[in-house]
């Protein structure tokens, strides 16, 4: 207790990093295999120790198939999970982490980005088509809502293990603030003004269409009000 790492031992210890050597003793000064540096690591990256099977009788085997999950040690093909490994190998295992949060912080700030957009794209297509009632607009927004959620969660299964860590949630979030800050604005007023001049000469077309295909209805229509009218004559007169 009186060693000068004894206080970070106990916060690991606290929050499960750390578990120690047997009979709540902890050994910080002793030799540290790849297989215990990395169920450190794998707590660290957000893998709950008690849930995922990293404590007790077959710790073992569940922090190496985890370890083999992340790529812990890519490019350690030498080293065994039981070698005691140096301070270089750790530090290489330590670069794979932080390679893998700057993926997953990279792909979940293009998520919020894309979850923009896509919201945007209703919004565009809300001011081209107005909506008389807002049933619809609810309807479009609990849509985007399911998409929204689905989207998140086979991102986060797919770069951490379906873990939600807070700079994943945070690198959303920027995404998104980002794209409406400085993209949103310009993105909907001229993909408007694009769609609305592309859909003149359609528009344009297709009312001449209707037009042409609606003449023997229009033409009956003014003979049967002409023969009403014929008829209401003859009955008045």
């Given at each position: 207790?009186?060693?000068?790492?004894?206080?970070?031992?106990?916060?690991?210890?606290?929050?499960?990093?750390?578990?120690?050597?047997?009979?709540?003793?902890?050994?910080?000064?002793?030799?540290?295999?790849?297989?215990?540096?990395?169920?450190?690591?794998?707590?660290?990256?957000?893998?709950?120790?008690?849930?995922?099977?990293?404590?007790?009788?077959?710790?073992?085997?569940?922090?190496?198939?985890?370890?083999?999950?992340?790529?812990?040690?890519?490019?350690?093909?030498?080293?065994?999970?039981?070698?005691?490994?140096?301070?270089?190998?750790?530090?290489?295992?330590?670069?794979?982490?932080?390679?893998?949060?700057?993926?997953?912080?990279?792909?979940?700030?293009?998520?919020?980005?894309?979850?923009?957009?896509?919201?945007?794209?209703?919004?565009?297509?809300?001011?081209?088509?107005?909506?008389?009632?807002?049933?619809?607009?609810?309807i479009e927004d609990i849509a985007y809502g399911i998409y929204a959620g689905i989207s998140v969660f086979l991102m986060c299964f797919k770069v951490s293990d379906?873990?939600?860590?807070?700079?994943?949630?945070?690198?959303?979030?920027?995404?998104?603030?980002?794209?409406?800050?400085?993209?949103?604005?310009?993105?909907?007023?001229?993909?408007?003004?694009?769609?609305?001049?592309?859909?003149?000469?359609?528009?344009?077309?297709?009312?001449?269409?209707?037009?042409?295909?609606?003449?023997?209805?229009?033409?009956?229509?003014?003979?049967?009000?002409?023969?009403?009218?014929?008829?209401?004559?003859?009955?008045?007169?």
């Amino acid at each position: 207790s009186s060693r000068w790492s004894a206080g970070f031992v106990g916060y690991c210890a606290q929050a499960g990093i750390v578990s120690g050597v047997g009979d709540s003793k902890f050994d910080p000064a002793g030799q540290l295999t790849a297989l215990q540096f990395g169920k450190m690591l794998l707590v660290c990256l957000g893998y709950d120790a008690d849930s995922e099977g990293l404590t007790g009788a077959d710790w073992q085997i569940n922090t190496s198939k985890l370890m083999t999950s992340a790529k812990l040690l890519k490019g350690l093909d030498s080293v065994k999970a039981t070698d005691v490994i140096t301070r270089e190998q750790a530090a290489q295992m330590i670069s794979h982490v932080i390679v893998w949060e700057l993926y997953a912080l990279a792909v979940s700030f293009f998520r919020g980005v894309l979850l923009a957009w896509v919201y945007d794209n209703i919004r565009v297509y809300r001011r081209i088509i107005r909506h008389k009632t807002i049933v619809f607009m609810s309807i479009e927004d609990i849509a985007y809502g399911i998409y929204a959620g689905i989207s998140v969660f086979l991102m986060c299964f797919k770069v951490s293990d379906g873990i939600i860590r807070g700079f994943i949630i945070m690198g959303i979030a920027a995404g998104a603030f980002l794209y409406f800050r400085f993209i949103s604005v310009l993105y909907i007023r001229w993909t408007v003004k694009i769609i609305k001049f592309l859909l003149k000469p359609v528009c344009f077309i297709l009312k001449n269409v209707v037009h042409i295909i609606t003449i023997p209805v229009r033409n009956l229509k003014r003979y049967i009000e002409h023969r009403n009218k014929m008829r209401k004559k003859d009955s008045q007169g």
